[in-house]
């Protein structure tokens, strides 16, 4: 079932991306869900919608240290009640009484109103307002936030540590959510050795695979590591036949491109189908995308920095579909170019910068050489800026869109 679409044409990033999310759902099963405490659920998809189970605030509340009063003329209260958080008081605020109040105490019954504790002055059991009071001032109403039964996630959703802390908020212990992709990677190349390793004449240390399990890490997957496999069909083609059967996705590096020693596209091809896409890219320009049995293949491009753009542009996306999330595109932010990028027209650039902020605006400095082999240029990096394919070589001051990148190497 050997089937290889060699494109001649190159592809658009964008349509490369659009090819690959269609072909994703085309293939889409459902994906098995599991119920997990929500101290487990920080970067999981939820499977189902989530609903407050109470109204949140759950009861009216004083926003503030003060004195609990009716709103109206009066300015000189008896005060006849103390209420802390935890701890409510039973007794009826009445024109002219008010309740001592903190942060977080249970509005008293009969009040409307919280006077700051400083618009006013205290004397034995006498509060004395010297500011104007209104209705509702200061007070949080119950359900202000969410109200018992209103949904507070639909299926399909990311958490993240700030939803999670409304779900607690809420009271809510468990979630039923997607289970995380299973990917496998692996790496390819005669000349890899792992850390640790002393280097023989021609070896260079295996990145790629650090490099993705630590990208991975963010995402709603489980990563296997494959190892690093030489070049040589026969330990590639039982590796992919071993790990086609037990992973949704399956990530490779090297070996997909033209040269002789490149051996993964064929035995993609004898197992299942791959398609070669040349995609208007750099750096990261073919991209193998095809599929074994059940599991999605992605053959990355080795140079350690095309595996990691390649990596952000179309397998983080990949998977965020297969774990059951729509991929949201980066924000592209505005900013001035600071030093010059030489650009051939024809594929879109993504060129590792230094974001910074100078005098209320964004500016953009390239890191240096941007050859693919240069992890020391996206070391220090915290955006990609785009060059678009058809752009010449670009001046500095020019305006530039770059795309964020964030602590774990993610893009925003
Ligand atoms: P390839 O795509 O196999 O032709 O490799 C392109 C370049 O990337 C070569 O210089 C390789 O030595 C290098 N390379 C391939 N795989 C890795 C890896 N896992 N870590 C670091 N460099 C790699
Ligand atoms: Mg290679």
Avoid at 260 to 267: K, L, M, N, S, T
Wanted: charged share 20%; glycine share 10%; net charge negative.
């Amino acid at each position: 079932m050997a089937k290889s679409i060699v494109m001649s044409e190159m592809l658009n990033v964008d349509l490369a991306l659009g090819k690959l999310i269609a072909l994703i759902r085309e293939n889409a099963g459902d994906i098995d869900r599991e119920r997990i405490p929500i101290g487990d659920a920080s970067g999981r998809i939820t499977a189902e919608t989530v609903s407050a189970g109470i109204d949140l605030p759950p009861f009216d509340a004083s926003s503030m240290d003060g004195y609990a009063v009716i709103a109206d003329e009066i300015e000189t209260y008896r005060v006849t009640a103390e209420a802390r958080a935890g701890h409510p008081s039973n007794t009826r605020v009445v024109p002219g009484t008010t309740t001592r109040v903190f942060t977080g105490s249970q509005m008293p019954p009969g009040a409307n109103a919280v006077v700051l504790q400083e618009d006013g002055t205290r004397d034995g059991d006498t509060f004395t307002r010297t500011a104007p009071v209104e209705s509702g001032e200061n007070v949080r109403y119950r359900g202000n936030d969410v109200n018992k039964g209103e949904s507070i996630a639909t299926i399909g959703t990311r958490l993240t540590p700030l939803r999670l802390a409304w779900f607690a908020a809420c009271g809510i212990e468990t979630v039923v959510v997607h289970k995380k992709v299973r990917v496998g990677i692996f790496s390819t190349g005669d000349e890899l050795a792992d850390a640790g390793a002393q280097l023989a004449p021609g070896q260079i240390y295996d990145s790629n695979r650090f490099a993705l399990n630590a990208l991975m890490a963010h995402q709603a997957a489980v990563v296997t590591d494959l190892g690093r496999l030489p070049d040589d069909p026969s330990p590639i083609r039982a590796t992919l036949e071993q790990a086609a059967r037990d992973h949704d996705v399956i990530v490779t590096s090297g070996g997909v491109s033209v040269g002789d020693a490149d051996y993964v596209r064929g035995v993609v091809e004898a197992l299942g189908r791959l398609d070669f896409w040349r995609v208007a890219l750099k750096p990261g320009k073919p991209l193998a995308v095809g599929r074994i049995e059940d599991a999605l293949f992605f053959g990355l491009p080795g140079n350690p920095v095309s595996t990691i753009v390649t990596y952000l542009l179309f397998v983080a996306p990949a998977i965020d579909a297969l774990s059951g999330t729509e991929p949201t595109a980066p924000i592209p932010v505005p900013a001035n170019l600071d030093g010059p990028i030489a650009h051939k027209p024809g594929r879109r650039e993504y060129v590792r910068g230094q974001l910074t902020h100078r005098n209320s605006a964004l500016t953009v400095t390239p890191t240096g050489d941007q050859s693919s082999n240069r992890l020391s240029t996206f070391a220090g990096a915290n955006c990609l800026v785009i060059v678009p394919e058809q752009a010449g070589d670009l001046e500095p001051g020019t305006a530039v869109d770059v795309l964020l990148l964030t602590d774990q190497g993610a893009l925003l």
